[in-house]
């Protein structure tokens, strides 16, 4: 395995669970020796699967990659409310859902798919005056946040188990998932939330190219060690 990491390397990661995006590209940063490192679409710490880092010249390309369209698969849970829409704050609310039926599932996923506008979540890396909308929300500011334009090409419900829904979601760059959760709880008249996400694909790059985070890491650390002793 050879790289070149100041001329540009994209990594693909599969981000490990609890890990930030920016807890990635700092462990990588370390890995690499080189400064200019970047990820191309950020993951919720909730959340893994594929994540690209870019390093030297093709952090360039950054922008590029994170306007791809990205796919994910992932659980709601029906009937309970949460202030960040997954499993990083405690329920907040509880809803019936026993008036819910698979033919409902499908109309509310429908009802989700093309082109939105979508409030995203407070607990998010979105700024307000400067500041990360998450932080205005852990200090309990009264904040609003504005709908944007996304697009939902497919909301594919794969497998149900009431109170939990399982999916295929293909969408465009900007598109919060959890606020899809939401969303869906709002279409079927119930709460919901976010209770596993994975990123599979951004355009052409799929998870199945990815590594885990440890065995990149440690073949970029046998690459630089082959380097001092060849």
Not at 93 to 122: C, F, R, W, Y
Request: charged share 25%; net charge neutral.
């Amino acid at each position: 395995m050879s790289f070149d990491f100041a001329a540009g390397e994209v990594l693909l990661v599969d981000k490990p669970l609890t890990w930030t995006s920016f807890d990635a590209v700092k462990k990588i940063r370390g890995a690499v020796k080189i400064k200019k490192v970047g990820h191309a679409g950020t993951l919720d710490p909730l959340a893994t699967g594929l994540l690209i880092i870019c390093t030297g010249k093709m952090t360039k390309q950054i922008d590029t990659f994170q306007g791809q369209e990205k796919e994910y698969t992932g659980t709601i849970c029906l009937g309970k409310t949460t202030p960040s829409f997954d499993l990083e704050t405690e329920v907040s609310e509880e809803s019936p859902i026993d008036h819910i039926t698979e033919e409902a599932l499908g109309e509310a996923a429908k009802e989700l798919t093309g082109n939105l506008m979508q409030v995203p979540p407070l607990f998010s890396a979105v700024k307000i005056d400067g500041k990360r909308a998450y932080k205005h929300a852990r200090k309990g500011d009264d904040i609003e946040l504005k709908s944007r334009p996304v697009e939902v090409k497919v909301f594919e419900i794969t497998q149900v188990a009431l109170p939990y829904v399982s999916f295929r979601i293909v969408c465009s760059k900007g598109t919060y998932i959890r606020s899809l959760a939401r969303d869906f709880g709002f279409a079927l008249q119930t709460g919901a939330h976010l209770t596993e996400l994975r990123r599979t694909r951004i355009g052409d790059f799929t998870i199945e190219q990815a590594l885990p985070l440890p065995e990149l890491i440690q073949q970029i650390k046998e690459y630089h060690e082959n380097l001092q002793n060849p």
